[in-house]
T-cell receptor
Framework: AQSVSQHNHHVILSEAASLELGCNYS??????LFWYVQYPGQHLQLLLK??????LVKGIKGFEAEFIKSKFSFNLRKPSVQWSDTAEYFC????????????FGSGTRLLVRP | IAGITQAPTSQILAAGRRMTLRCTQD?????MYWYRQDLGLGLRLIHY???????GKGEVPDGYSVSRANTDDFPLTLASAVPSQTSVYFC???????????FGPGTRLTVL
């Protein structure tokens, strides 16, 4: 079955700490991969996406993610987090030839302490 | 450009009542989606539409119906609301299936 797993449900960091959020997917065929962020009280916004090409993808606000095909992973990283990065982060996957569907992970809540 | 608008922003509803959540996009996207977001479960797809005139069932369609009479609008109807439908509902759209989805601001629905 198609699925996206995010293993860290809650992460607490201090400002300037490095961040890595795990995402693994189980999906037949070639996939498009996404990280979305949801700030408190807001809707989901796209952080970054991978369709093809360089497996290291850079997104907004200093975030990046690396697609490792052999590990079925698309982990999100940021070298130095800020208090304003406090949010919930969702990994999502969709088949490149899919008619419609993105599968979302259950989300990771990040709290950054000043 | 507004992107995606949803109405109402929030609603408290008695069980058994009928409710329609509205969603409108102005990006001329082909595909539209309805998700519900529940704590610890992430986003779950309720229904989707690849193009005007077609709809399909997602992961959790029971108790919900949709229609897609035109490109811009994709209303979600709860025929007879139940407390388990208390959730935050997000509408989304994309140019084509499998590509980046753009999300609306959400509707917080409470069924008592």
């Amino acid at each position: 079955a198609q699925s996206v797993s995010q293993h860290n449900h809650h992460v607490i960091l201090s400002e300037a700490a490095s961040l890595e959020l795990g995402c693994n997917y189980s999906y037949g065929g070639t996939v498009n991969l996404f990280w979305y962020v949801q700030y408190p009280g807001q809707h989901l916004q796209l952080l970054l996406k991978y369709f093809s090409g360089d497996p290291l993808v850079k997104g907004i606000k200093g975030f990046e993610a690396e697609f490792i095909k052999s590990k079925f992973s698309f982990n999100l990283r940021k070298p130095s987090v800020q208090w304003s990065d406090t949010a919930e982060y969702f990994c999502a996957a969709g088949r490149r030839d899919s008619s419609y569907k993105l599968i979302f992970g259950s989300g990771t809540r990040l709290l950054v302490r000043p | 450009i507004a992107g995606i608008t949803q109405a109402p922003t929030s609603q408290i509803l008695a069980a058994g009542r009928r409710m329609t959540l509205r969603c409108t996009q102005d990006m001329r996207h082909n595909a539209m989606y309805w998700y519900r977001q529940d704590l610890g479960l992430g986003l779950r797809l309720i229904h989707y539409s690849n193009t005007a005139g077609t709809t399909g069932k997602g992961e959790v369609p029971d108790g919900y119906s949709v229609s897609r009479a035109n490109t811009d609008d994709f209303p979600l109807t709860l025929a007879s609301a139940v407390p388990s439908q208390t959730s935050v509902y997000f509408c989304a759209s994309s140019q084509q299936g499998g590509s980046e989805q753009f999300f609306g601001p959400g509707t917080r629905l409470t069924v008592l």
